[in-house]
């Protein structure tokens, strides 16, 4: 009886031990597996995504309301629209977003001496060139030539007539050691400081009088004049 009681405890213990120790379970059992349907509708959503960007991009080159249409230009006086518009880019019908606009500033600076700043704008129709051109501009003589100045005395072109700068006050310079195009002015006696020359062309601007001024005369530096409307001399 004992031998048969111990055997049936034993037996009881290895059935209990048997039930508290967890099988073991496979690496993937209990994981979702991934829903082909799903995974196939991302796919062809970015396919259909990718797409309409492409065509899209297409779209912006091919049509007509992405294409130049009409060009406009502000802020320039002394230069016609056209002669702004014709440096700088091809005419009408050009396409907007592949327009080269550091090319067109380029070209602008190079055939239009009297400009000092650009600004391209591009809208859904047209461009708009926005112009600054320089001021108090004057014309001098050297050598029988003609030549425009900036108020640094940058030389901004050159002329073998007198009449291709009318529009511009003529002024006296000291003696000329050296003049060029694209380059400052030069003078034989090394003057370098410029100021009271500056000054007097700012002077004028500021006062409204540098419109009316004709010629100016600053050979002497503490002998600076100018004539104004032909009619007398300051």
Same mark, same amino acid.
């Given at each position: 009886?004992?031998?048969?009681?111990?055997?049936?405890? +034993?037996? $009881?213990?290895?059935?209990?031990?048997?039930?508290?120790?967890?099988?073991?379970? #496979? #690496?993937?059992?209990?994981?979702?597996? &991934?829903?082909?349907?799903?995974?196939?509708?991302?796919?062809?959503? +970015?396919?259909?995504?990718?797409g309409?960007? @492409?065509?899209? !991009?297409?779209?912006?080159?091919?049509?007509?309301?992405?294409?130049?249409?009409?060009?406009? @230009?502000? !802020?320039?006086?002394?230069?016609?629209?056209?002669?702004?518009?014709? &440096?700088?880019?091809?005419?009408? !019908?050009?396409?907007?977003?592949?327009?080269?606009i550091?090319?067109?500033?380029?070209?602008?600076?190079?055939?239009? $001496?009297?400009?000092?700043?650009?600004?391209? @704008?591009?809208?859904?129709?047209?461009?708009k060139?926005?112009?600054?051109? =320089?001021?108090?501009?004057?014309?001098?003589?050297?050598?029988?030539? *003609?030549?425009?100045?900036?108020?640094? *005395?940058?030389?901004?072109?050159?002329?073998?007539?007198?009449?291709?700068?009318?529009?511009? &006050?003529?002024?006296?310079? &000291?003696?000329? $050691?050296?003049?060029?195009?694209?380059?400052?002015?030069?003078?034989?006696?090394?003057?370098?400081?410029?100021?009271?020359?500056?000054?007097?062309?700012?002077?004028?601007?500021?006062?409204?009088?540098?419109?009316?001024? @004709?010629s100016?005369?600053?050979?002497?530096?503490? !002998?600076?004049?100018?004539? =104004?409307?032909?009619?007398?001399?300051v």
């Open positions: 009886e004992e031998n048969t009681m111990n055997q049936q405890e +034993m037996t $009881a213990k290895t059935v209990k031990t048997s039930q508290t120790i967890p099988t073991s379970r #496979p #690496p993937h059992a209990g994981k979702k597996r &991934p829903n082909q349907a799903f995974l196939a509708l991302m796919r062809a959503t +970015m396919l259909v995504l990718c309409l960007i @492409v065509l899209t !991009g297409t779209l912006l080159l091919v049509l007509p309301m992405f294409r130049v249409k009409n060009i406009e @230009v502000e !802020g320039n006086s002394y230069y016609t629209a056209e002669q702004i518009i014709e &440096p700088s880019m091809n005419a009408a !019908g050009d396409e907007i977003l592949t327009l080269d550091d090319s067109a500033y380029d070209q602008i600076f190079e055939q239009c $001496a009297y400009v000092s700043s650009v600004k391209v @704008v591009r809208y859904p129709f047209k461009v060139i926005i112009v600054k051109e =320089r001021e108090n501009v004057t014309v001098t003589e050297h050598n029988g030539k *003609f030549y425009t100045l900036s108020d640094r *005395f940058l030389v901004l072109e050159e002329s073998d007539n007198a009449e291709t700068f009318s529009a511009f &006050p003529k002024v006296i310079l &000291p003696e000329i $050691a050296h003049l060029a195009v694209g380059e400052t002015v030069e003078f034989e006696n090394g003057e370098t400081d410029l100021t009271y020359l500056f000054d007097l062309m700012q002077s004028l601007k500021q006062s409204g009088r540098f419109d009316d001024v @004709v100016i005369d600053c050979a002497r530096k503490f !002998g600076v004049s100018y004539v =104004r409307g032909d009619r007398f001399r």
